[in-house]
């Protein structure tokens, strides 16, 4: 299995009612994203995934 890419993101399952973005490390260990709460509405983790305020989605 090749190495993930670091600017990818995934959602993970926090309590099976909400999602949650986590990011991939260099040393593919999954890390949550704390700057948004996890959410059942997609579009504003999509929307916030967008905005990124700290540029660790799409680079400063």
């Not at 996890?38 to 680079?59: C, M, Y």
Request: charge should be negative; proline fraction near 10%; hydrophobic fraction near 40%.
């Amino acid at each position: 299995m090749g190495a993930l890419p670091e600017d990818r993101a995934a959602a993970i399952h926090d309590d099976n009612r909400h999602l949650g973005p986590v990011l991939p490390s260099r040393n593919l260990r999954f890390h949550r994203y704390d700057h948004a709460p996890p959410s059942a509405a997609v579009n504003l983790l999509l929307e916030e995934i967008s905005r990124d305020p700290t540029g660790i989605f799409w680079g400063c």
